[in-house]
């Protein structure tokens, strides 16, 4: 067998489309142009080329992408302060936290800062909770990349054994209630977990989120599971998954490449929270 290769670029263009026509919409509706505000602490490069990313596409669906930038030093107060003041400004949408933040800045404390009803992230936990309780409004955006994977591909979920590699509170627990939300049967492994291979050889869908390449093989594979790798890992062959493509995409039914899988869709995920927060600023949820 051959996998099919799941193609996460032609799947953001579509979202992407969808979501111009909406902002177009809005637009008329609001009499005002969706802007958001990214706060931006340090100078890490990694981030930067996400920030790039993710502008690029703002722009391409007519979202204004502001940034506030603070030195490495910032105090955590004069976040916060930041935060408050974009929470109360009009002209201000959504608000997103760029990871990762110097050791001195609590990120749970910026995240429960930010009004949830401009949480780009869906990370405050009040989204969460309500994501939690299956009211899915604001749903964690990478989660909700993987979700939309998964839609597109008319996966059934239900009864569906599904092993998630990540326990981390803005992928695997959040993406864990998503799937639990459409009645599969969910396990998260993570670090500590005695036998990867226990869990994984028996999951019809495997959804790999840890960062070290090559994690997964084929070995680790059930005969024609759908594979989802989010892992990114820069190495000096490239960007990589935690997935080993070659041998895995001959026993697995379907799998995402890295790049070209989760990543796009991803940041397009990020565009649908963005005219959900648009659009709470004018209306009461
Ligand atoms: N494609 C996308 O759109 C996208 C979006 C977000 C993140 N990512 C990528 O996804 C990866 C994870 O991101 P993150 O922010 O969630 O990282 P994280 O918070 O460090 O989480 C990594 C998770 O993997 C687990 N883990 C690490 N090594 C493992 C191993 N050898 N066996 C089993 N579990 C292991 C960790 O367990 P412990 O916590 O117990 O160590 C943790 O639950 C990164 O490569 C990141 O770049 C991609």
Redesign the pocket.
């Known amino acids: 067998m051959t996998a099919i290769e799941i193609d996460g670029r032609k799947i953001a263009e579509g979202l992407k489309s969808n979501i111009l026509n909406e902002v177009e919409k809005l637009k008329s509706k609001y009499k005002k142009a969706p802007s958001i505000t990214t706060i931006i602490i340090g100078n890490d490069t990694s981030s930067k080329l996400y920030l790039r990313l993710r502008d690029k596409a703002c722009n391409d669906v007519r979202i204004i992408s502001n940034h506030l930038e603070f030195q490495e030093n910032v105090t955590e107060e004069e976040v916060l302060e930041s935060i408050n003041k974009l929470n109360n400004d009009r002209n201000v949408h959504g608000i997103l936290i760029q990871?990762p933040l110097p050791s001195h800045i609590s990120q749970d404390k910026l995240i429960n800062a930010i009004d949830p009803k401009k949480d780009v992230e869906g990370l405050n936990p009040h989204n969460i909770g309500k994501t939690l309780n299956g009211d899915e409004y604001i749903v964690p955006?990478?989660p909700l990349?993987v979700l939309t994977i998964l839609e597109y591909e008319k996966t059934d979920f239900k009864g569906k054994d599904i092993v998630i590699?990540?326990?981390?509170n803005?992928?695997?627990k959040p993406l864990a209630a998503l799937m639990l939300n459409r009645d599969a049967t969910v396990t998260i492994?993570?670090?500590?977990?005695k036998d990867?291979r226990n869990y994984t050889c028996n999951a019809d869908i495997l959804i790999s989120?840890?960062?070290?390449p090559n994690?997964i093989n084929s070995d680790l594979i059930k005969n024609g599971a759908i594979v989802i790798d989010?892992?990114?890992?820069k190495t000096e062959d490239g960007i990589c998954?935690?997935v080993d493509f070659e041998s895995v995409k001959v026993k697995a039914g379907k799998i995402t490449p890295?790049p070209g899988?989760?990543?796009p869709?991803?940041?397009a995920c990020s565009l649908i929270n963005m005219i959900k927060t648009f659009s709470n600023c004018f209306e009461e949820k």
């Open positions: 990871l955006i990478t990349s590699i990540n326990h981390s803005h992928v695997g492994c993570h670090v500590f977990t990867l989120a840890t960062g070290v994690l989010v892992g990114i890992v998954g935690d890295v899988g989760v990543g869709v991803t940041v």
